[in-house]
C-alpha cells in the first residue's frame, strides 16, 4: 500500500502527520444562546442602528468593574450568512475557525498544512484519503467528535443548496466512515491539491443537526469544537464570541474572555474607532492614513505581503464578454502600475499571472502577458467588431477591499479611453457576491484570497462546469487540469500548472490585477502579527 504524503503537493513543504500534543479537557461547557439572543437573557437581539457593546466590558478591553477581559476586531464586511457553509470569504472563515474547527489546519509561520481534529492523513491509493481523527474531543455542548460529524460536515457542504463550498467536494464522489474515529474519501480523479481545499472547512456537529431537524434551524445553534463559544448576533453590527473553558487543546487556547467581531464597511469610521479606543484591531487601512495609525501613539500598524489576488471577471454568458478579443482589449487597457502607485500609495504588487509571489507554481515570465496599452485595446476593440466602442456594466463592491470603489472608477476611467464606456454600479456585499457564485454578474471587481496552492481556485473559476462565476469553459484547459490534479510528483504537476495558467492568460477570461498588502491597525494594548490570508485569529492576539 503506498502511502502518498500531502508534502509531495507542496514542494519543499512537508506537512506534518505526527499527532500534536494536546490536552483533552473533560467537563462540557454549556450550551450558548442561540441567534438574535441578547448575552445573558433571552430577549431578541436588536437588529437596526448602532448597538452599544455587548455586555460586561468596554467595547475595546476591560471592563472597569474588573469585568471580563475583551478584544474588539473590525471585519470590514458583514457576514452573509450565519451558516459556516453559506459563504466562501476568508475573512469570514477566520472567523467562524474559533468556534468550529477543520480536520486541518494551514500554519501561515510554518507554511504547512498541520493536523487539527485529525492527527494524520495518507494516500494508500491516488483516489483515496484516509484520515485518523483525534479522539476525546468533545463538542461546546457536551457530545462527542466522531467521524459521523465529519461524514455528515462534508456531506452537508456538498450536497446542501445553501452551500457555498460546494465546489471543493465536486471531484470527491465517496465519503465514508470504515470505523469511529477513521473518515474515508474517494476522488473520481486522483486530487492532489485536495488537502489545501480541507485546510478551512469546519465540522459541524451531527447531533445538533439531527436536534434541529434542518440547516436553517441548525445554523441558529453555533455548536463547534473551538476555542470560543458562540454568545450572539446581532445582524449588520456583531458577532460575540467568549472563550471556551474546556477547550481540548493548547495551541489555540484563549487567553482573554471575550471576543467581539463588529462589522464596518467605512474604512476612516474604523481608523477613528481604532485611536477612540473602541475597537483593537482595523483591517484594510488606507494608505493615506497608515502614517497616522503608525504615530499617533496609541495604535500602530502590523502589515504582511497579502495572498488575495484581485481581478476583473468577465462572464462570457453575456455578450460581449464572450468575445475573446474585446476582453484581450479590457487587459491592454487597464494600468495596472498607476492603480498601485496612484490609489494604493505602492502597498501593493501587480499581478503579472493568475497568481502571486509565494503561492505554489509561481512564475512571473509566464506568458502572453498584458502590458497597458491603450493603442493595442483599440485595435482588439475594432477587431471584435466595436469600431464604434462598446456599452458595458461594471459591478464593484464598496468597502470589502481596500479603495476597492476607487480602484473601480480608476478602471472605469481608463475603460473609457480606449472607447469601452463602463457603467459603474455598487451592489451591498450581500447582494453582489451571492450574484458572482450564481453567474448573475457579467463583468465585475472581486478578489480570491487564500491562495497557497491554486489547484482549487483555478478549476472554481477556469474548468468547465465547477463554478459559474465566468462562464469560462475550454477543453485544453480542462485537460491540464485535470492531469494536474494527477500528478503528484512536483515538478510535473509545477509544469502542468504552468501550461494551464499560459492558456488561461491567452484566452483572457479575467484581468489579474494586483495583491495588496494587507495592512491592519493595532491598539497598542495589544500584541499582534499579521497575516497575509486575512484570517484573524485570536490565538494570535495578546493582551500588554
Not at 163 to 170: G, M, P, V, Y
Not at 280 to 296: R, Y
Not at 372 to 394: C, H, I, M, S, T
Request: glycine share 8%; proline share 8%.
Amino acid at each position: 500500500m503506498r502511502a502518498l504524503r500531502s508534502a509531495m503537493i507542496h514542494g519543499p513543504v512537508r506537512l506534518v502527520v505526527a499527532a500534536l500534543l494536546l490536552a483533552v479537557a473533560c467537563a462540557p461547557a454549556q450550551p450558548k444562546p442561540s441567534i438574535g439572543t441578547a448575552p445573558g437573557g433571552n430577549a431578541p437581539a436588536a437588529s437596526g442602528g448602532e448597538a452599544p457593546a455587548a455586555s460586561g466590558a468596554q467595547a475595546g478591553g476591560s471592563s472597569q468593574s474588573g469585568g471580563p477581559s475583551r478584544v474588539t476586531e473590525v471585519l470590514g464586511s458583514e457576514v452573509v450568512s450565519i451558516s459556516p457553509y453559506g459563504d466562501s470569504a476568508s475573512p469570514t472563515y477566520g472567523m467562524w475557525m474559533h468556534v468550529f474547527e477543520p480536520l486541518i489546519w494551514f500554519n501561515e509561520a510554518t507554511s504547512q498544512n498541520e493536523p487539527l481534529l485529525a492527527t494524520s492523513w495518507t494516500n494508500p491509493d491516488p483516489n483515496t484519503w484516509v484520515f485518523i481523527l483525534r479522539q476525546g474531543v468533545k463538542f461546546h455542548d457536551g457530545g462527542d467528535f466522531t467521524a459521523d460529524d465529519v461524514v455528515h460536515s462534508y456531506k452537508r457542504m456538498r450536497d446542501d443548496p445553501m452551500s457555498a463550498q460546494r465546489s471543493t467536494f465536486s471531484n470527491v464522489d465517496g465519503i465514508d466512515a470504515p470505523d469511529k474515529y477513521t473518515v474515508r474519501l474517494h476522488t473520481k480523479e486522483p486530487d492532489a491539491a485536495l488537502i489545501f481545499r480541507l485546510n478551512n472547512r469546519m465540522i459541524t456537529s451531527k447531533a445538533v443537526y439531527d436536534k434541529y431537524g434542518s440547516s436553517e434551524e441548525a445554523d441558529k445553534h453555533p455548536i463547534g469544537t473551538g476555542p470560543w463559544l458562540f454568545k450572539e448576533y446581532v445582524p449588520g453590527q456583531r458577532v460575540v464570541l467568549e472563550k471556551n473553558p474546556n477547550y481540548w487543546g493548547s495551541e489555540h487556547k484563549a487567553t482573554f474572555d471575550e471576543l467581539v467581531v463588529r462589522f464596518m464597511k467605512e474604512p476612516q469610521a474604523a481608523v477613528t474607532a481604532l485611536q477612540n479606543g473602541e475597537v483593537d484591531v482595523i483591517p484594510n487601512v488606507p494608505p493615506q492614513l497608515v502614517d497616522q495609525v503608525a504615530n499617533s501613539g496609541k495604535t500602530h500598524i502590523s502589515s504582511a505581503p497579502g495572498t488575495r489576488l484581485m481581478f476583473l471577471g468577465m462572464n462570457s454568458a453575456y455578450k460581449p464578454w464572450d468575445n475573446v478579443k474585446l476582453r484581450q482589449a479590457v487587459n491592454y487597457a487597464i494600468d495596472k502600475e498607476g492603480i498601485v502607485k496612484g490609489i494604493l500609495n505602492g502597498r501593493a504588487s501587480v499581478l503579472k499571472t493568475p497568481i502571486g509571489p509565494g503561492m505554489y507554481a509561481y512564475d512571473p515570465n509566464l506568458q502572453p502577458q498584458y502590458t497597458y496599452d491603450p493603442a493595442k485595446a483599440k485595435q482588439l476593440l475594432a477587431e471584435a467588431g466595436f469600431p464604434n466602442g462598446v456599452d458595458v456594466e461594471l459591478q464593484s463592491p464598496s468597502g470589502r477591499y481596500l479603495k476597492d470603489k476607487e480602484i473601480a472608477e480608476a478602471i472605469v476611467s481608463m475603460l473609457g479611453q480606449v472607447g469601452i464606456r463602463a457603467k459603474l454600479t455598487t451592489p451591498e456585499w450581500g447582494k453582489i457576491w451571492p450574484d458572482i457564485q450564481a453567474g448573475r454578474s457579467p463583468f465585475y471587481l472581486l478578489g480570491r484570497g487564500a491562495v497557497e496552492d491554486p489547484g482549487e481556485y483555478l478549476e472554481q473559476y477556469f474548468k468547465t462546469g465547477v463554478t459559474p462565476r465566468v462562464n469560462f469553459s475550454d477543453p485544453e484547459v480542462d485537460a491540464d487540469l485535470v492531469a494536474a490534479a494527477r500528478e503528484f510528483d512536483p515538478a510535473k504537476r509545477v509544469d502542468l500548472l504552468h501550461k494551464t495558467m499560459s492558456r488561461i492568460m491567452e484566452l483572457a477570461p479575467m484581468v489579474f490585477l494586483l495583491q495588496y498588502e494587507d495592512t491592519y491597525g493595532v491598539s497598542n494594548r495589544l500584541d499582534f502579527k499579521a497575516r497575509g490570508d486575512e484570517y484573524v485569529y485570536a490565538w494570535d492576539m495578546k493582551l500588554k
